[in-house]
């Protein structure tokens, strides 16, 4: 079973505690509130009495930290820090479960094993029994945490925990698409295209932030224009009622670009193709981005995010340089009479390759930093 080579990503601000509060100040949050305060998710505990080692010692305490998505699981180990390392990117058909997968992962180190873990799932967190929503994988969090002998265990869904993760990105991890000021204070909206379609939003508060999860992606599409209705009716027939996500995913757009084109082709390959200034693929993809555009324009007026809109995902980064010249912006404003309002909304792409990592990287921290 092939695993994927380890890399340190350069993290810059989140190295310290003094750099993270201050990445998170332009965000208008406060971290110190934020760390005193449980993340929205499940815990389990069991008593421990450790002895503290040096931070530099080989037995120093980690956290195990994975992002699991529907196709791929990014995992790592983390620090009191919570700065990821040891990350490894793994295919989650080359596992038959994600007991598997951390199992093998965890038998390949060295060392003092990871003590607690901090996982981010690809699906809705209601309970003990977690189920990813576009896989046919499912786990018990307090059987978990026994198999894998962990102290903690917290789990969340991948957006809460990118949502997390989003102050400490800097300038260089962020495009901004068009023109806007954020507003201090105001919610914030995360939202982005991978295997399904994430949804978080970011409520600042006076200590800290709250985050809350969506599944937004399961809401109902509908058609504007004559070639989205063409688009639906395609996906009525094929799929019975069609939900966002069945178009804006890496899936989607795959279905999406076989009823344009009548070509078969895998996300990648349509994306390579755009960015290589190949029309038909090109063409799917806009389309792709105006839908995007509606989407996330009726998600910042229902939550009024004059805090901004962060686009987050697999898919939505690896597009990130077709946004600027598609009808994407446009698409976003055009919600009238509220074309104005939702141009003063700031929207950036997140372009960092393991966000999900930093913000499951912080809720480990937190977790370390507990004991």
């Known amino acids: 079973m092939a695993t ?11 190295e310290h505690a003094s750099d993270r509060l201050r990445q998170a100040g332009r965000f208008g949050l406060k971290l110190q509130g934020a760390e005193r305060s449980r993340p929205r998710s499940r815990l389990h505990r069991r008593p421990m009495r450790e002895a503290p080692y040096p931070s530099d010692s080989p037995m120093a305490p980690t956290v195990l930290l994975a992002d699991i998505g529907g196709t791929t699981t990014r995992i790592a180990r983390a620090g009191v820090d919570g ?15 994600i007991e598997d997968l951390l199992k093998t992962y965890l038998d390949s180190l060295g060392g003092e094993p990871p003590r607690c873990a901090a ?41 809460e925990a990118l949502a997390h993760g989003l102050p400490l990105l800097t300038r260089d991890d962020l495009m901004e698409v068009g023109t806007g000021r954020r507003v201090a204070g105001a919610p914030m909206l995360l939202s982005g295209p991978g295997t399904g379609l994430g949804t978080a939003l970011i409520l600042p508060r006076e200590d800290g932030y709250e985050v809350l999860p969506s599944e937004a992606g399961h809401m109902r599409l509908g058609a504007v224009t004559t070639d989205e209705a063409r688009i639906v009716a395609h996906l009525v027939r094929d799929l019975g009622p069609v939900s966002v996500e069945h178009v804006l995913s890496g899936p989607g757009l795959v279905r999406l670009h076989r009823i344009l084109s009548g070509e078969q082709l895998s996300s990648h390959a349509i994306i390579k193709a755009a960015l290589d200034g190949q029309w038909q693929e090109k063409e799917s993809c806009h389309i792709f981005l105006r839908l995007l555009g509606r989407v996330l324009g ?15 995902g697999g898919i939505g980064r690896a597009m990130a340089p077709l946004f600027t010249e ?40 937190r977790l370390l930093v507990s004991e």
């Open 4 to 14: 994927g080579a380890c890399v340190r990503p350069a993290l810059g601000a989140v």
């Open 83 to 97: 700065v990821p390392f040891d990350i490894r990117l793994e295919a989650n058909d080359s596992y038959g479960s």
């Open 119 to 159: 996982l981010a799932v690809a699906g809705p967190i209601d309970g003990d029994t977690v189920r990813l929503t576009n896989r046919n994988w499912r786990f018990s969090s307090e059987a978990l945490a026994r198999e894998l002998s962990f102290l903690h265990l917290t789990v969340l869904n991948d957006f």
């Open 298 to 312: 009726d998600l910042a007026l229902a939550f009024d995010a004059k805090g901004g809109v962060y686009v987050g």
């Open 326 to 365: 598609s009808p994407f912006r446009a698409a976003f404003e055009e919600h009238p009479p509220y074309l104005d309002r939702l141009s003063l909304i700031p929207i950036h792409v997140v372009t960092h390759a393991t966000p999900g990592l930093i913000g499951i990287g912080e809720i480990g921290r």
